[in-house]
């Protein structure tokens, strides 16, 4: 089968186009820089230009024939949010999932690719404190849940073209490279790393193997659709994510990190790490999902080598 990817040079689509290409799949992927996606994924996947994912639909030949689509494009989360990257993060995923809907309504129905898995997160419930959340929640009113609920209604759209639409809402993930690991690893090698606000907030954590694998099975379930948690069975504190980080380093791990200094470096954005949400994958598991890393100590022992 044909899979059409973007944002496939990021940190889940590199290992998703990987696992594509292992178990026999054609891969096209969508990119800014098609020469930089070939050198990065390899020479045999299908690398299409899609300079302005906010303002023009891709071309069609990069989903012409596709048994699906897998959209992780998005401009980074974790920056201080400026009036501009908040306009460039919200533009890349609403703007930008419009304009593949376009793409996909341009082609004829027999072309059309059946399955789009258009990428989420759990920041679509907001702020909840310790309240556990599943799909049947309602979205948040800060500025990251309006942002998630538009995107997945841009994706929805596709529905009325006859595809089949998932929306994969993706909790912390844990990976080798990028994430919130990579941010994280430094202070606690150095034995300086701790609770953060706290550490009562919950971090619906997930390791990459999981995203990946929930991904797959989402596009290839055809009883899939509409939003899907994808986080780990139990979500656990930031205190309790901090310990097992210092076991599997051996490690100190109780200097704390107060909410103000992460008020001070990210402004309004540290709101996603001090307040969390307890957020838990039941459609997932209802679906059928094997959860490939479901203990968080040894999730972490592998994401950190």
């Not at 399955?115 to 948040?140: C, I, N, W």
């Not at 509409?226 to 901090?242: D, F, H, I, M, Y």
């Not at 310990?243 to 490690?251: E, M, Q, T």
């Amino acid at each position: 089968m044909k899979v059409t990817v973007t944002g496939a040079t990021g940190t889940i689509g590199r290992a998703l186009v990987r696992e594509l290409r292992d178990r026999g799949d054609r891969v096209a992927v969508l990119s800014r820089d098609p020469e930089r996606a070939r050198q990065a994924l390899g020479g045999d996947v299908e690398a299409f230009a899609w300079p302005s994912l906010g303002s023009d639909p891709p071309p069609a030949e990069s989903l012409r024939g596709s048994g699906g689509v897998v959209h992780l494009a998005g401009e980074q989360l974790a920056q201080r949010w400026s009036d501009a990257a908040k306009r460039e993060i919200r533009d890349s995923r609403v703007l930008g999932t419009r304009n593949l809907v376009a793409g996909l309504a341009a082609l004829q129905e027999n072309e059309r690719p059946g399955t789009l898995v258009s990428q989420s997160a759990v920041g679509f419930y907001g702020a909840h404190g310790d309240k556990r959340l599943d799909e049947s929640s309602p979205a948040g009113d800060d500025f990251l849940a309006r942002v998630v609920a538009a995107w997945e209604a841009e994706a929805r759209a596709a529905e009325e073209l006859g595809v089949r639409v998932v929306t994969p809402r993706t909790g912390v993930v844990l990976a080798k490279e990028g994430g919130a690991l990579e941010k994280m690893l430094p202070p606690f090698r150095l034995g300086v790393g701790g609770p953060v606000a706290g550490g009562r907030q919950y971090v619906p954590w997930v390791h990459l193997d999981d995203v990946v694998g929930a991904m797959l099975f989402c596009l290839d379930t055809d009883g899939a659709s509409g939003p899907v948690n994808v986080t780990a069975p139990e979500p656990v504190t930031n205190k309790e994510l901090s310990k097992a980080l210092g076991r599997v380093l051996h490690r100190p791990a109780v200097a704390p990190v107060p909410a103000l200094a992460l008020n001070l470096l990210y402004g309004e954005m540290a709101m996603v790490v001090t307040t969390g949400v307890r957020a838990g994958p039941r459609r997932l598991r209802e679906f059928g999902y094997e959860f490939r890393q479901p203990d968080l100590e040894a999730a972490l022992r592998e994401a950190v080598g």
